[in-house]
């Protein structure tokens, strides 16, 4: 996690997510990079994929804000650690139209069922999971069990901030 999703930060990435500020992942994705390098040293795994939106989202929308994230967190960690073994981005694909994740209430985003999500084909070896923001976990928790249902020996989840819990 780069960083909390309060205050400015908040306003930074959704104004990248819905409103076409993508230059503001640019900072996210270089704080997140550095923090991804770190963890890994030299071993980054390969297998990247993203959280997927559904294809209607992504035309209501006229973009996928999450494939900006990809190609900038993957620029980023090219830049910063100078890498030289290529990642591949995966796909999952979202199977059902919802409604938006941030206009739900915490109990209806705690019910996010794995079979939502889909991946065609066979996965072998580590795979990193990326996503602008987790609130509650569950969408990443449903993407992680079809990843590994699809073969991923691991999942690692990064994000770019995290909602911090109520008190």
């Keep these: 996690m ?10 930074l990435i959704r104004a990248a997510k819905f409103h076409d500020n993508h230059y503001n992942f640019r900072i996210y994705c270089d ?3 550095q923090k991804v390098i770190q963890h890994y040293k030299h071993d980054i795994p390969s297998l990247w994929v993203t959280v997927p939106s559904h294809i209607k989202r992504i035309r209501e929308r006229g973009k ?3 494939d900006v994230l990809y190609r ?3 620029q980023s960690v090219y830049h910063i650690s100078k890498r030289e073994r290529p990642i591949q981005r995966v796909h999952l694909t979202k ?3 919802t409604a938006p994740q941030h206009r739900q209430k915490r109990s209806k985003r705690l019910t996010i069922p794995t079979s939502l999500f889909k991946f065609a084909g066979t996965l072998s070896g580590h795979v990193v999971l990326i996503d602008d923001v987790m609130t509650t976990g569950a969408t ?5 069990k079809t990843l590994l249902k699809a073969g991923a020996s691991s999942v690692d989840v990064w994000v770019i901030a995290r909602t911090p819990p109520s008190l």
């Design 31 to 33: 704080l997140l990079a």
């Design 95 to 97: 199977v059902e139209h």
């Design 2 to 11: 780069a960083t909390d999703y309060e205050k400015i930060n908040r306003h």
């Design 140 to 144: 990443l928790e449903a993407c992680t």
């Design 64 to 66: 996928c804000s999450n």
């Design 72 to 74: 900038t967190l993957k």
